[in-house]
């Protein structure tokens, strides 16, 4: 794998006016109420509890968890996200400890009663380090605490591969040009924007996990998968699963 392809830009994937330009519409009211009352449901969100949200962008989900009574902490590498999520916290009257971090790098003890790593936030490192980060997860817990995330499910992935994908946006071009390393199991994209005439590029790669990966990735890391879901609705995963929802815990 050549140096161009194998890097990740994180400064440029996740440049903040790019990534709400393209992506906002998607990330909307209605799917964000559904993705928090799906959260609440399988992570038992039953009395108000400590909860950390590792990669937790503009804080999409962690205002509206805070509204329901949690007192949540929300960690994320780019500063321009937390400045987005510490606003919509203040119009929403919410309090939330927002700091800057890598999931990497996190020095949480056993504090949290749930951790949430959602919208394919999973799988952007090495994998020594993603078996890290859940790792530090687990000692992020209490005993008895859960984590979830989210990920694309390889198997079914691979059955519909598309080498390129354009999403065109009041004339402003995000293309996507993937490919799949079999050996590595890292699904590379060269993504390129186009916006006002203005080319940036913007690499990155993702591992991608089939089922039985990712159940041995998350014992290995010390939890024990309670459920592995297909869906938000809470469908088991099957072999025509786009995704995969992990929810474990912390013996």
């Known amino acids: 794998m050549d140096n161009n392809q194998s890097s990740f830009d994180f400064e440029a994937v996740f440049q903040v006016d790019d990534y709400l330009y393209f992506y906002g519409d998607m990330l909307n009211e ?4 559904v993705e928090v009352a799906a ?3 399988l992570l038992e969100l039953d009395r108000p509890m400590q909860i950390l949200d590792l990669a937790c962008g503009f804080g999409r989900h962690t205002n509206r ?4 009574g949690h007192r949540m902490t929300g960690v994320d590498l780019m500063p ?6 510490r606003q919509d916290a203040k119009r929403r009257s919410v309090q939330v400890n927002y700091q800057p971090g890598d999931m990497r790098q996190i020095q949480y003890q056993a504090e949290f009663d749930r951790v949430l ?10 994998d020594e380090e993603n078996l890290l980060v859940l790792q530090n997860v687990r000692r992020a817990l209490k005993p008895g605490g859960l984590v979830i995330f989210d990920t ?3 198997d079914t992935f691979l059955k519909g591969f598309v080498p390129c994908f354009v999403n065109e946006k009041e004339g402003n071009l995000m293309i996507d040009r993937i490919t799949f390393d ?3 199991g890292r699904l590379y994209n060269r993504r390129i924007v186009i916006r006002d005439g203005v080319r940036r590029d913007k690499p990155f790669f993702v ?4 089922p039985t990966e990712i159940r041995a990735v998350v014992a290995e890391a010390g939890l024990e998968i309670t459920k592995l879901l297909g869906d938000w609705e809470g469908n088991p995963v099957s072999a025509e699963s786009r995704r995969m929802i992990v929810i474990a815990r912390k013996p």
């Not at 790593?117 to 090495?126: D, I, K, P």
């Open 117 to 126: 790593l959602a919208f394919t936030a999973f799988g952007y490192f090495e």
């Open 80 to 85: 321009g996200f937390l400045e987005i999520a």
């Open 39 to 41: 959260l609440a449901r």
């Open 182 to 184: 079999t050996q590595t």
């Open 65 to 68: 968890l805070a509204a329901l």
């Open 152 to 154: 694309q499910n390889r």
């Open 30 to 33: 209605e799917r964000t109420e």
């Open 207 to 210: 591992r991608m996990y089939n």
